[in-house]
C-alpha cells in the first residue's frame, strides 16, 4: 500500500482531478469505516499537488454545513 495515496477528502480528490489532471484508480467505500475514498499511485508531482492544497490552505476552508 505504500505505493497508493487514499484520499478521503471529496474536495482533495476534485483538486487533484480536475485542477491538477490527476486521475484516480478507483473510488470506493471503506470496509472499516464506510467512508467513501479515492485511490491515486504515488508520485513526487502528485505530492506537490498535495502539499500545495495544504500550503494554500483549502483544506481549512471547509464548510461544514453543507
Known sequence: MKNYFFCYDKRL?????YEKGF???TKARSVKNGFIFYLFEK????????DEWLKKGYNKARNLTS
Not at 13 to 17: I, K, V
Not at 43 to 50: G, K, M, N, R, Y
Open 43 to 50: 508520485s513526487e508531482s502528485l505530492q506537490d499537488s498535495i
Open 13 to 17: 480528490a476534485d483538486f487533484l482531478r
Open 23 to 25: 486521475s484516480y484508480i
